[in-house]
């Protein structure tokens, strides 16, 4: 079994610039549902468990807040507190939380300066039925680093994470759970986020969900392909404040016996950007709002 204590990421919170326009579109265009609202936040829902998968977070410029890891237990947050503290990345004390979903935790920075946060016993749902064209959760973030050494350190020594596979620039890290990958990091010198990817529950859900974005006058980035670490189909596009984000699906399933392959086993063939060589490269669009969106300087600290 995995030694890592996380069990993937349960949700990113985002700075919108417009709240209402931001919360309208994860509900009625990307397809998450409500859970909770005021003056100056959003919370939402996918189709699996958790309590919620993105917060929305009034604000004048575009950024990210944090991103929460799921942790099976009290003993394995406090385990992980442990071992980050004796890495020097001086986290938060691990504590009852009060803010939405309650649960118990604490916060720290990596070592590019990113808010992550590590919780368990939240206040999840019961109902976890799939729905036909509506995402299920975050099954990875993708992260620059600037600091590439060192953030891969952390994520793999004091985080516990396994580098799966690797294409570089990108790092394919696998943690408890049996999707290829819940974190992936790319080489970018730049301390700011590349995707956000959400897990639809079939192929037919990703052009379910293609045909929704376009209809509602959100251009395809990049798709559909399939990817070749993780095996997973894929569509890209920018959402409000031009967050880049992910549908996904068929996400290759792993366990300890898969074996990491190196960058040379995943490179196509020229003029071939995925598996099946239809797609088109990303987009200028995309390929710079990759870059764009850093993490708010507050944010190592839970309520």
Partial sequence: MSACLIRGVRSVELVASNLDEAARFYETVWGLAPVAASNEARYFRGTGGYHHVLGLHCGPQPAVVRIAFDVADRAGVDALHEKISAAGAKPSAPAKLTALGGGYGFACKDPDGRNLAFVTDCADHADRADVTDRPRKIVHANLNTRDFDATLRFFTQALGFRVIDDNAPLWFLHCDNSDHCSIVLCKMNLPTLNHIAFEMPEFDSVMRGMGRMKDNGYPIEWGPGRHGPGNNVFAYFCGPDEVPLEYAAEVLQI??????????????????????GITQPRSPRYYRVQRLFGFTAEGDRLG
Wanted: net charge positive; no cysteine; proline share 14%.
């Fill in 255 to 276: 366990d300890d016996s898969y074996r990491p392959r190196p960058s040379d086993y995943w490179k196509f063939k020229p003029g071939r950007s995925d598996q099946w």
